[in-house]
T-cell receptor, first 116, second 108 residues
């Protein structure tokens, strides 16, 4: 089956530093990748949609300069949290859409970010 | 505004009892409806989608456009069904909107 990986699984950083999270589709080419944020005991909130070779589109209220998304290939998208602050601490989840066929989104295991 | 409502945060049933998770949506256009499940310590995964009209792991969900509902049902719950369930409409641009989720606990 289709597998999506995320790296790292958890990261702790100091306030003011930048953190990069990778999302990879391991055995398929992802037409589109999505980035979500999940606060404790809350639902997933879509942050942005990432298409290979083009600029990401951000949801309302999500700062594009704060959360930089790069989709360099059909199997890799990265989310960089710039100048992280404690309020950015959260669980970040990516999903990858396999185009054609059932057109399903496959989810990564998530990355736990803690900003001290 | 697009909205997904899962009114029950927690649902506890006995093994073998029926279970129904409610989902109502308010969405422009004709969304495709999905149920996703997250078992303990596992990633989110697709359970079923309305266009498939299948029964997955004994679960079914009927889309009622008149009531804008997509309730998930299983006639006989099993302990392995204990998980977090999310209802998620998908728009034409493939974006999923997740409900708040319902935690199901099936007791022996």
């Amino acid at each position: 089956g289709a597998v999506v990986s995320q790296h790292p699984s958890r990261v702790i950083c100091k306030s003011g530093t930048s953190v990069k999270i990778e999302c990879r589709s391991l055995d398929f080419q992802a037409t589109t990748m999505f980035w979500y944020r999940q606060f404790p005991k809350q639902s997933l909130m879509l942050m942005a949609t990432s298409n290979e070779g083009s600029k990401a589109t951000y949801e309302q209220g999500v700062e594009k300069d704060k959360f930089l998304i790069n989709h360099a290939s059909l199997t890799l998208s990265t989310l960089t949290v710039t100048s992280a602050h404690p309020e950015d601490s959260s669980f970040y989840i990516c999903s990858a859409r396999m185009g054609g066929g059932p057109d399903t989104q496959y989810f990564g295991p998530g990355t736990r970010l803690t900003v001290l | 505004a697009q909205r997904v409502t899962q009114p029950e945060k927690l649902l506890s049933v006995f093994k073998g009892a029926p279970v129904e998770l409610k989902c109502n949506y308010s969405y422009s256009g004709s969304p495709e409806l999905f149920w996703y499940v997250q078992y303990s310590r596992q990633r989110l995964q697709l359970l079923l989608r309305h266009i498939s009209r299948e029964s997955i792991k004994g679960f079914t969900a009927d889309l009622n456009k008149g009531e804008t509902s997509f309730h998930l049902k299983k006639p006989f719950a099993q302990e392995e069904d204990s998980a977090m369930y999310y209802c998620a409409p998908r728009s034409n641009d493939y974006k999923l909107s997740f409900g708040a989720g319902t935690t199901v606990t099936v007791r022996a």
